[in-house]
């Protein structure tokens, strides 16, 4: 069975559920779960809709019909059909950790979406690559070449009709340029620690430092180097016996997982971006 | 602001969130948050409704109204009012851990319960309440008492208009009678390991067992003995270095943060009883 | 620099620590790390030690002085290289969540041992092998050729000179003589849930039950199913909105994430067993 | 039974297990726990020593003839009576969530020590000190005042021959003269975040950023504002619909048990400080 989800974000405002319900139950729709959020700090209100697909109205009236009915509530809005998976394209570098888990969690069944394609400013990672069958291309990425690049990347994006980018460990800062064409659609994950550590070597910084706990982050990707809306944050602890090399090992695990959830909640649909802040709906939905 | 909270089970059905919103909206109240949950394994639907109360219904009214509403659609439900706290008894025995905490969080504010009294079996923990200005009633047990003792508490339950009964470690059974009276209104907390022990002595039975993880289950009272409805757990991990001794010092801080965090749910009126499960809404709602 | 790894127990007696090390210093060798453990309960002693290699005694020299030494405090000894590294034998049916993790974490040097065969009582995860560059037998199983089937696992295991077999979801009950054969040199993986569940499905009962926690255990395996000594655990929180399927999907990440730690302590040679427990020394060391 | 915690560092080198441990044995004591470390990076060796007190020595003898082997070896070294609890003071401002939780698990038994009495900067904690039959010093502050006040507190602390100063939330900066003189004796609590802000309202702060996780770190002070050597870090899960007011609540929750855990660690002698690192030798020993 196919389903429709729609998310939806406006001002805080009475009979918004109501309202909102009623325009799907008189178009015969089954509502198998709707999930809410008012931020009353913002007076914001978000939605989370998951229909059952009755397949009785074509898709461009369904969106037509509640693009009319959105524009009086000013509703901002997106919508999307569970058996038209997401497809995402991994940006990669030399570390395979990031990027192998998402190839395996796609052929496990874990992540329902396409990964047609992986680009790599380095050619190292070309034989996972064909581990997975996935075209890899190569495009390497020097101070003169980086615009040129980045042109042939969004090339590509568009020929695989790309709908997420992920930053599986890209060790490049995209351009303000391309993450602003490409906003709420490029997903990267970093490291994180208490406290934070600046410049090369963290992880050495933070065993000197003497940290209990490391961590990752996934966010989307801003101009702001590693200060776009948050989507997922965990944390392992360490030891003082742990050494700096066991702290690369143990960040590896979580940058994996992080990473993962992220995709996941992404792909299902399940995050409206509002501000700096995102709303991740749970995944039992 | 005071709040009107709702809880609604029933069987599935559409149009069931449009027809509940409009029932609200007509009359003016703002939905605050809503949060629903279908068990399509049982055809069941679960909502929690949090209303603005504008004040201008008064709450006879509004529950006479919905109650007409609510036989239409076949709908089981409760209301609260957040300006009313709920009633708390606290059931102990010896152990001091789990009810100091819960009092300490009652005076933090962390709990927004009024625990009114204490009843204990044994007198240990006298001092305990009067540290905190609670009158203590001893009811000690034998076989013989056990009935004219349960007799005893339920008069006190009425008498001090009890809402929620926590086994604060109360180290006797209830009897079946007495938590069908009280189905869904007595909480009981104890340990949980992988793999379950019985018999006495668990912590060193686990310590014997070598097991990574000792763990505590928050549920309702039932009279099948520590198998009703779950509403909390959680795990804290152990080293074999670990004493006995140590296994039950970890276990009580476990105990405590599980009692605690299903309190506080109950008493937010965030948990819905289905057979065997409960469905617990956020807490952030 | 390559390091020496004694593991020993023993009786609880005094003097022990002092013995052995001086032991070590009297031939020069440098002590990395020392981990000790006395279980006060069973009056047992624990040791682990690692030496720098200084490559100035041969290795059956050390071993034979040590094994004069160890025979008259009656001490209990095994001895590893860490430039030798560990072979591991991968046992597989058809999920392929565990053993693609412990392929991909050899590959990325995270598990320093060597996987030379997988052996599938179903041929599968054939393909997965093949992604790999992994030899794949084929050996299927019925009532009639199990014991046959088992002689012939136990030629590959000579063969490839294996020291570790590794259950990665094998959905094979192993011979009590086969276990007794490979004794603490088996691991398996198996979900663990609060309270336990007996019979098919357990993921659908759990869900059935409302537990708010899915976890895993990894264990040396034993004539008694499920029952061998716990080498590592966890859990994951789970919430009333997941799905049986969720519930899965979140067990297969549980499991690969044990079932990798417990072969990692496993060939770093810092797990004892002793009796139903083990003692894990820690990973930093 | 009693025993004796030694806690020693120096520059690593060859012999120090045999040569310590030798020391212990040559005197008759049996060594009921040892835990060592190397800092590779370092070069510093680590160590925690739990011997049985036999009583057959007088303590002064058994630390003058250990002070003249240590200054052979040029180790730093403390050492500590399991039957001479540490004595510990509290200092604090109005929050009472972390002062209570240590109040309590001192009169559960759980941290085995004394706490003699109680200071606060403002008078809001009477009744809580009150409530535990302890002494409480109200020393106001103000910019004039300072330094008249620290001067009143370390007579407190000298006159109640207090060993460790606990800042249960403390919400003024020790002068860095003071910090100086009880090096290593004073532990402090605070919020730690991913990423951290600056200023006021943090919980504000991370809730506007939307993060996943807030934590708490427990450290030594030191000259540097919260840049002391860390004992213990934790994080809890949120979400974006918990209110900065759950977070408020969850982070004293987090606080409370971060602060307990870094006192037991410190009263149980098992933190030696290195630097800006802290070794936390594990809580079985």
């Keep these: 069975m196919s389903a429709i989800v729609f998310l939806i974000q406006?001002?805080?405002q009475k009979g918004l559920l109501a309202g909102i319900s009623s325009f799907f139950a008189e178009r015969g729709f089954n509502i198998l779960h709707c999930q809410q959020y008012t931020d009353v700090e913002q007076g914001q209100y978000f939605m989370r809709l998951k229909l059952e697909d009755h397949g009785d109205m074509p898709r461009a009236t369904l969106e037509q019909e509640f693009a009319?009915?959105?524009?009086q509530l000013k509703l901002v809005w997106s919508v999307r059909y569970t058996n038209v998976p997401y497809r995402v394209a991994l940006l990669v570098t030399k570390a395979s950790h990031c990027p192998y888990d998402l190839l395996l969690r796609e052929l496990e069944g874990e992540l329902k979406c396409d990964i047609p394609l992986i680009i790599g400013n380095h050619a190292d990672l070309e034989s996972m690559a064909k581990q997975f069958n996935k075209p890899f291309y190569h495009?390497?990425?020097?101070p003169e070449t980086?615009?040129?690049q980045e042109q042939q990347i969004k090339n590509l994006l568009a020929e695989y009709q790309i709908d997420l980018v992920v930053m599986a460990r890209y060790m490049q800062i995209l351009s303000e340029q391309f993450v602003e064409e490409f906003r709420g659609r490029v997903i990267n994950i970093h490291h994180g620690f208490l406290p934070a550590f600046q410049g090369a070597k963290p992880y050495h910084q933070a065993y000197e430092r003497g940290v209990k706990l490391i961590g990752a982050t996934a966010h989307y990707a801003t101009a702001e180097l590693d200060e776009g809306p948050i989507i997922e944050q965990d944390v392992e602890r360490v030891m003082h016996d742990n050494s700096p090399e066991d702290l690369v090992m143990i960040g590896k695990d979580i940058e994996r997982l992080v990473l993962a959830r992220a995709v996941k909640a992404h792909i299902e649909h399940?995050?409206?971006?509002?501000?700096?802040r995102t709303i991740v709906f749970s995944e039992g939905a």
């Design 10 to 12: 406006c001002k805080d």
């Design 68 to 71: 009319a009915f959105a524009s």
């Design 139 to 142: 495009l390497p990425i020097t």
């Design 146 to 148: 980086k615009q040129a």
């Design 270 to 276: 399940r995050i409206i971006i509002s501000g700096r």
